[in-house]
């Protein structure tokens, strides 16, 4: 497997263990791009610098999600400051800023966070009934957060009603906006985040057939997230990952630059 080669202009040393978080957020950024997630330049996903917890990586506004590279991702602080951007020009999306910075602050448990504007993720947010136990990858969350529409999120304001509305939570719904995910790892984030996305889509077909939707009952509802958790079988996510980076590397292992 190849080492990453992070370089820059000027750009100071990182460890070994921000190498590695360089490596894997690239490759979030690339596989959220394959699964065709990505919304243009928009959206964030966002990961903790080890040994710093006031610092995070975020991807530079502007480049698409399929050009990310561990070298081009920007390390800011809680306030929003650039502590590092490898010697780059480009920017972060202040949406980006407000989001991950308000669940990285209220939210230490949490490794990396996840933002989508999907087709399928953009409808559920637009539903009443949010995300219904349909399926067994619906299931899997047993809690999923909602918060309400406030306009586009660039409010320092919001950040408190952000971090309510999401909890002790794996997984939120925005209304009528998108999807976050987080995880305790991004391999973990990411894997929650496929499943949700997977899910309403699942929902979304489903209630495009118009007709009447079998819903499981509540407790078999309550032993299938039962069966998900963590502490039941695994931690959903570890055992997938290096599956998902082979899978680039044989693409284009250039996320590792």
């Known amino acids: 497997m190849r080492q990453a080669q992070i370089v820059g202009t000027g750009a100071p040393d990182i460890g070994e263990a921000e190498r590695q978080v360089r490596v ?17 330049i ?17 991807n530079p506004y502007g480049m698409a999600y399929e ?10 602080d809680l306030e929003g400051r650039v502590v590092d951007d490898r010697g780059q020009s480009y920017g972060i999306n202040h949406a980006g800023f407000v989001i991950h910075s308000a669940v990285h602050r209220a939210r230490p448990d949490v490794e990396c966070v996840i933002h989508t504007h999907t087709p399928a993720g953009m409808a559920i947010s637009a539903l009443a009934c949010g995300l219904l136990p349909l399926t067994q990858t619906a299931m899997f969350f047993g ?18 009603r ?8 794996q997984a939120m719904i925005l209304r009528n906006h998108g ?11 990411f894997t929650a985040m496929y499943w949700l996305e997977r899910a309403c889509q699942a929902q979304a077909m489903a209630m495009a057939c118009n007709t009447p939707l079998h819903l499981p009952g509540e407790e078999v509802v309550r032993l299938t997230n039962h069966l998900y958790k963590p502490e039941t079988r695994r931690r959903f996510g ?5 599956a998902l ?4 590397d044989r693409r284009d292992p250039s996320y590792r630059d």
């Not at 690239?26 to 394959?34: E, G, I, S």
């Not at 570890?238 to 290096?242: A, G, H, M, S």
């Not at 980076?245 to 680039?248: A, D, I, S």
């Open 179 to 189: 999807l976050l995910t987080v995880g305790p790892s991004i391999a973990e984030a």
């Open 238 to 242: 570890l055992l997938e990952w290096p």
């Open 245 to 248: 980076l082979r899978l680039l």
């Open 143 to 160: 809690k999923v957060a909602v918060h309400d529409y406030e306009g586009v999120v660039v409010d320092l304001g919001e950040q408190q």
């Open 24 to 40: 894997d957020l690239a490759a979030c950024y690339r596989l959220v791009a394959h699964f065709k997630m990505d919304d243009l």
């Open 67 to 76: 050009e990310i590279t561990a070298s081009s991702l920007i390390k800011i």
């Open 162 to 169: 952000i971090v309510e509305d999401l909890g002790d939570s």
């Open 42 to 58: 928009y959206n964030h996903i966002s990961a903790r610098v080890p040994g710093a917890g006031e610092h995070f990586l975020i």
